[in-house]
Each structure stands twice: as C-alpha cells, then as structure tokens.
C-alpha cells in the first residue's frame, strides 16, 4: 500500500503517533534532525542556536533537575519513542514507512508532540523489519547516540536501551490501539515488527520481550529526577541508593 501525503491514517493513533507532512511555515524556521545531530556546539552563536542543548535544557526544566546527562537520556528516549510510533504506525498499517531521511525531518526542540516534528514530504519505503531499522536505527539513533555520548557523556550502552524501551513502548501502544478497535491483523503486525527489530544487532541483548512486556538491562536514571522513581520496565525494582554495588551498565 502507498502512503497517503498527509498520513492520515496515523491520526486516530494520536500522541507520539502523529506527524505533520509539509514544510514547516514560513514564520517558523526550524532545523532538520540532520542538522542537530551534527551540531558543533563550539561553532554556534546567538543567532544560529543549537537544537540538542535547547532539548536538553527544557528536559531538564521541565523535571527540575540539574543533571545533564539525566535530561539527555529523557530526551533521547522521548525522541525515540516519535520516530518508532510514526514507523511502527505507518508499517502495520499502510505496509510502507516513510522516508525520515533526517534532511527532510524538520524539529521543534521546544515543542512537544505532534509539532515537535515536520517532515518535507511522505515518501514511501517498504515496510519490513530490516527497512524500519535502517529508517530509525541507522539514520537518527545512531548519530543521536554519538552525539549524546560525545556531548553528555551518557553511556551508549544506556541509550540503546533507551532505544528499546521506546520500541517496545511503542510497539505496546500500537498493539493495545489496535486490539480495541478489533484490529487483529495490525496488532499481530505490530507484535511482529517489534519482536523483529529488537532481534537487531544494535538492539539484541538489551532486554527481554515477554508478550508486548519488556524488561531493560539498564536504566534511564529517570530515578535520579527529583521525585522521581523506576520505569516500568526498568531493571530496577527500587531506585538504587547512592552507592550501590549492583548498578547494571548504566
């Protein structure tokens, strides 16, 4: 099935699922992804600002916290979690993915879901496994996850486990959708696609799919947030104090 110009059929998903297909207008210039993932801090000024420390500073307002790298991590996840929904969504159920060619994904970093995102035009791509990895793993994670690594000093480790607690939660969403509205064939696509992509090299060994529940092997530090706790998925099952010999990889 080809995709619709403007994917409507991911609208009734709502949330992370969303995505706005057009130019973003003109009163309101915004940076592709390509962009922000090859960011030299060193080399912005005033008047050419940098998208990834804009995200990363509103996380960390947002949850009052005064570590970086904590609101790096959250960050990331929450940008994960945008382009698997979109993928996810549009692979179960057009068949096809759109093209995120990051030159062509416009961000928002101080915006939240669906106008955080503004791809130029849907370009269709097939919509099997190995496809949808190369579109969210090859051509945003792993730049985004150097980028982060380099500039926040978070664990690549962590943040591909970010990665798979944001497909997995994604892939949960979908499932759930889909089922309500007697989908069958869509949630067995979803659960599908999602088994298959954590089967991925970047992926594997991250955690364990049991049904459309996952458990990490790493943790998010979202526990760190003041007042913050564990994820459901988390490797926790209590936050760990300040010493803790038994942390995972983090």
Do not use: I
Not at 28 to 37: D, K
Not at 124 to 131: K, N, Q
Not at 187 to 210: C, D, E, Q, V, W
Not at 219 to 234: F, M, Q, T
């Amino acid at each position: 099935m080809d995709l619709d110009p403007a994917l409507a059929a991911l609208r009734p998903l709502g949330g992370f699922s969303v995505l706005r297909v057009s130019p973003p207008p003109p009163h309101r210039p915004l940076p592709t992804l390509a962009r922000a993932y090859s960011a030299d801090p060193s080399a912005r000024s005033a008047d050419d600002p940098d998208p990834l420390a804009s995200r990363v500073r509103k996380v960390a307002a947002a949850l009052r916290t005064p570590e970086t790298r904590v609101a790096a991590s959250v960050a990331h996840q929450g940008l994960a979690a945008r382009l698997w929904s979109v993928t996810l969504g549009c692979a179960a159920l057009y068949g096809a993915v759109p093209d995120l060619d990051p030159a062509l994904l416009h961000w928002d970093p101080e915006a939240t879901a669906p106008d955080d995102l503004w791809l130029t035009e849907a370009r269709a791509l097939p919509g099997d496994t190995a496809t949808a990895a190369g579109t969210v793993l090859g051509t945003h994670l792993a730049p985004l996850t150097a980028a982060l690594h380099a500039r926040y000093r978070v664990s690549p480790g962590l943040l591909w486990g970010n990665a798979a607690s944001a497909l997995a939660g994604a892939g949960r969403e979908l499932d759930r959708w889909a089922r309500r509205h007697g989908r069958t064939d869509t949630a067995a696509r979803a659960r599908s696609l999602t088994s298959g992509l954590l089967a991925h090299p970047r992926l594997a060994g991250t955690g364990t799919l049991t049904g459309t529940a996952f458990r990490r092997r790493s943790c998010c530090l979202y526990y760190r947030v003041p007042g913050g706790g564990v994820c459901g998925d988390c490797c926790f099952s209590r936050p760990p104090g300040p010493r803790s010999s038994t942390s995972p990889p983090r």
